[in-house]
């Protein structure tokens, strides 16, 4: 990545940046675009939010912020470093900070589904008077050292991209052992995502039904499709080992995966096929690891749900940018609850992304609400909530007389006969 090549229209976005309030203000962000082995194509830059509280520590906060911007990129597209907007002096004073900030930004990132590990971050400084570009490529083993220039420079047509999209079905049934279903939720999925992510990281992926070499280039495509390709996932059917091969466990529990989901990702116009094929299993990875991820925060308030054996989880749905609305025309996203308005990820945008977004530039049925066996499932726990209350309050009254014996017996009536409805009712759905 010697070169980080950017278009007019991100220049132009330059002047829209914050203006500083101070002439020593320091407002660092994040640095947004698609790598690559000479090249990388900056497509955006999103300013970290304010600390919350004085306390919190500046890199940290970037690193979160950092982590946040993942869940709304597509596949092919990373963050590649840290962006500092203050003036020169200013930048060569806090260059220690800055470096800390993207040493933390590096560790959390890690954790996360890349399209590489990074063995070099960028550190790019934007002068907020002249708009003047200055990056430099910091080692990941030694973010202490000065690393080496970059050169920041615009390159025309440097973002013309082919879009990737496919639809990847799941229908997966996973065990939990006994050891990890004590554990929380978030580690529970994690254990039965990784079967689901090995299968789509060694399946095979078809562009526009061709399974084409390594090597080949999208160009032949890209030119008849108008720059989006449809993309079809083979993945292969887990094969039993032999008894011997490997050790048992006691299961603890069993977890059922249904639905499916929008994939979609990113590349240069004469991107290899490998290349594609890369970015779009990222992308595959990233957001289902991201649907759990906010999942799982979101019930962080709900104890008794996340111990709830019996619970059906359903994860939020995906949403777009168009790409005519988009900076560089990147597909950004974000992930939006069943029942929830898709107007509510405008703060998001903006609040993450920097992102002025009107309710017309949202993709809003990329994806459906889950339907069918979730339904069911949803439809029989209310039946069976409404079933115990009728038996537990039946008990309440005999506790308190007795003779309210022949009452009981008709709850109980009611409750077997409510079931029996509810049950008729499901199978005619």
């Excluded at 978030?186 to 992510?197: D, G, N, Y």
């Excluded at 990113?266 to 094929?277: F, G, L, M, R, Y």
């Excluded at 990222?282 to 054996?309: K, T, W």
């Excluded at 025309?329 to 405008?346: A, E, I, K, Q």
């Amino acid at each position: 990545m010697k070169v980080l090549a950017y278009d007019e229209a991100f220049a132009a976005s330059l002047h829209k940046l914050p203006v500083l309030s101070d002439p020593k203000e320091l407002k660092l962000g994040v640095v947004i675009g698609i790598p690559g082995p000479k090249q990388a194509v900056l497509v955006h830059v999103a300013l970290t939010p304010p600390l919350e509280k004085p306390t919190d520590k500046l890199d940290q906060w970037v690193a979160q912020h950092a982590k946040q911007v993942s869940r709304m990129l597509p596949g092919g597209v990373d963050v590649l470093g840290v962006v500092a907007l203050c003036s020169p002096d200013v930048f060569e004073k806090q260059k220690s900070l800055v470096k800390q900030a993207l040493s933390s930004v590096h560790k959390t990132l890690a954790k996360t589904h890349q399209l590489q590990d990074y063995p070099q971050r960028v550190l790019l400084h934007i002068d907020p008077n002249s708009f003047k570009l200055s990056s430099r490529l910091i080692d990941s083993s030694n973010f202490s050292g000065n690393g080496f220039p970059q050169d920041a420079k615009q390159v025309k047509n440097c973002t013309n991209f082919t879009v990737l999209e496919s639809f990847l079905p799941l229908h997966f049934l996973g065990h939990i052992s006994d050891e990890v279903v004590g554990q929380s939720l978030q580690k529970q999925l994690a254990s039965t995502l990784k079967f689901i992510e090995d299968a789509v990281s060694s399946g095979d992926v078809l562009i526009e039904g061709q399974e084409i070499t390594p090597e080949a280039t999208l160009s032949s495509f890209s030119s008849e499709n108008e720059g989006e390709l449809r993309v079809q996932f083979a993945v292969r059917q887990i094969k039993p080992q032999p008894c011997g091969a490997i050790p048992l466990t006691t299961c603890g529990a069993t977890v059922s995966i249904r639905g499916g989901f929008q994939v979609r990702a990113i590349v240069q116009s004469k991107a290899t096929s490998e290349e594609a094929i890369n970015a779009i299993k990222q992308d595959a990875v990233r957001n289902l690891r991201s649907r759990c991820g906010m999942h799982c925060e979101d019930l962080l308030v709900i104890e008794d749900e996340q111990r709830d054996p019996s619970m059906t989880h359903e994860l939020p749905k995906r949403i777009f940018l168009r790409r005519s609305h988009c900076p560089s025309t990147v597909p950004f996203c974000d992930f939006v609850f069943h029942g929830d308005d898709p107007n509510d990820s405008l703060q998001a945008f903006l609040e993450i992304l920097g992102l002025e977004v009107k309710p017309e530039y949202i993709e809003r049925n990329s994806e459906k609400a889950p339907r069918g066996d979730i339904q069911d499932a949803r439809d029989a726990a209310q039946v069976e909530e409404m079933v115990e209350d009728i038996i537990c309050e039946g008990a309440k009254q005999l506790q308190k007389d007795p003779s309210n014996i022949i009452k009981l017996g008709l709850a109980c009536s009611v409750a077997v006969l409510a079931m029996l409805v509810a049950y008729i009712l499901l199978v005619r759905h």
